[in-house]
């Protein structure tokens, strides 16, 4: 049995186990080793259907099937009451839940309520400063002109919207809010800020900052790891050369400054002490865009043996060292993942993107999986 195969059958089990501790509850963070649930609120509810879902794929066993279904019909509720809905995650939200059942079983309903949240996202862009707007509502005072990097991996449920109906706004809203991202986002030496400010009236940038990195000039490891992601994943759509390269150099930035151990710090400019918190979920994360990222890029690149390289030597960091393999009654997948050291919220937990992360880069790498992003 291969590492990787070794790591599915384990999240496997724990996904099992999982379903019945929550119910029809949601997992988010964890406190004391135990996942903190919320009835399908938060942004990151989408994460656990996409665990369903890929156990499901895995095993082909109704148990995961029958518990993702129910994610999906609990989406359904949340867009109807319009529970939790005022960001940008929505892609996050529908991509992994009801995106993926059409994808996987072609149900009609399922796409039309995929189709119904991007018209939620698309609602978001704001045309006098050309970007999708991604906390609060319409004219917030302090978010009114903010974009963050995460939203790149909001975009896919656009492109695949204009795909399903051929109205070409939703195409053309992820383009340019993903060019505005490559712009102010990505610096010159190819890190990232985590978020930037835009006058909500005129459009004028006025400065890059921090929401959860430590500060506005440093690098956020997360924040670095959704533009690998987002980018390749826009080139994957758009065929946009400038994606592509722009993805491969983020990622030579992450990948070329791992720890010995290969699992990133939560900020590449934080001091490094016995006590600097991990992001594990920032390295499972840019493990599947690195492996989407190899997917473009042509053999004769020069970039592609190292990023090749770097990606198993992260995915080995974390299946050894990281995973609660051997621990059959953790709720978590990965360890030592973090939300927001520097706001003290979940510095040292299971974050369950990181879970849904890490488990799509096994199927990838198992599998030749490719996601939930597009069909």
Known sequence: MTLWK???EDAVEKTRANITRYGELFPHVSLNDKYLLNPNTDWTDGFWSGILWLAYEYTKDDTFRDAARGTVESFRKRLETNSGMDHHDIGFLYSLSSKAQWMIEKDAAARE???QAADVLVKRWRPQSRLIQAWGREGDPVNGGRIIIDCLMNLPLLHWAYEQTGDANYRDVAIMHTEKSRRFLVRGDDSSYHTFWFDPETGESVRGGTHQGNSDGSTWTRGQAWGVYGFALAYHYTKNPLYLDTSKRMARYFLERLPEDNVVYWDFD?????ETKRDSSASAITACGVLELLKHLPQEDPDREF???????TMEGLVKHYSTIGEPDAEGLIKH??????????????????DYYYLEALMRLEQAHKGYWYE
């Open 6 to 8: 070794q790591a599915i």
């Open 307 to 313: 990023l090749s390289q770097g990606v198993q030597k």
């Open 337 to 354: 993942g973090s939300y927001a050291v520097r706001l003290g919220n979940s510095p040292d937990d299971y974050m369950i993107w990181g």
């Open 113 to 115: 309520l995929t189709i």
């Open 270 to 274: 934080v001091e490094i002490t016995p």
